[in-house]
T-cell receptor, first 116, second 112 residues
């Protein structure tokens, strides 16, 4: 149980295009999902908290107009990187809360974004 | 200063060795402490979860938390090549909405 999937696993795009990444909880409902970004040899940095049916809460320094988050259902959250640039190239990971406890948070396999 | 400090390694040990991984932190509000294992190009997988100070053992893994020193450790006994991965510590505080603050991760390689 508690499986989280992400799609696509890898994406390469040209500078200026938009990219959508999906995060799905496969066998549980998640009212809250988190989006992280991880640069090589660096820690996971929380970008935003996504709550089903409401606006996402962004961490300080994260541009909400650039990283659009939609949590339309209890099993799906999407992150859209708008007008992507090479500096947006990174590993994007989502996690989904399966319960109220802090250890009941399960991570997806990540999406490698490369912007040319 | 980062809230959570972790030596990125790499750390290379022979098979069967005892591995010690550590993190220090500066925020005394952290109460929940976790260790995750992350294989290359994969998402983190929870290994150990500890609330407040003390020890917790699960198979070959032991997690220790010393809140007075703001120091946590993960010990791996009888290390195996399959343990080769990046190990991330993570912490959370009560009332923080279950947000996790991660260390940079320590890259571990267990050699035959």
């Amino acid at each position: 149980g508690a499986v989280v999937s992400q799609h696509p696993s890898r994406v390469i795009c040209k500078s200026g295009t938009s990219v959508k990444i999906e995060c799905r909880s496969l066998d549980f409902q998640a009212t809250t999902m988190f989006w992280y970004r991880q640069f090589p040899k660096q820690s996971l940095m929380l970008m935003a908290t996504s709550n089903e049916g409401s606006k996402a809460t962004y961490e300080q320094g994260v541009e909400k107009d650039k990283f659009l988050i939609n949590h339309a259902s209890l099993t799906l959250s999407t992150l859209t990187v708008t007008s992507a640039h090479p500096e947006d190239s990174s590993f994007y990971i989502c996690s989904a809360r399966a319960g109220d406890r802090v250890d009941e948070q399960f991570f997806g396999p990540g999406t490698r974004l490369t912007v040319l | 200063q980062k809230e959570v400090e972790q030596d990125p390694g790499p750390l290379s040990v022979p098979e069967g060795a005892i591995v010690s991984l550590n993190c220090t932190y500066s925020n005394s509000a952290f109460q929940y402490f976790m260790w995750y294992r992350q294989y290359s190009r994969k998402g983190p997988e929870l290994l150990m979860y500890t609330y407040s100070s003390g020890n917790k053992e699960d198979g070959r893994f032991t997690a220790q938390v010393d809140k007075s020193s703001k120091y946590i450790s993960l010990f791996i006994r009888d290390s195996q090549p399959s343990d080769s991965a990046t190990y991330l510590c993570a912490m959370s505080r009560p009332g923080g909405g279950n947000k996790l603050t991660f260390g940079t991760g320590t890259q571990l390689k267990v050699e035959l």
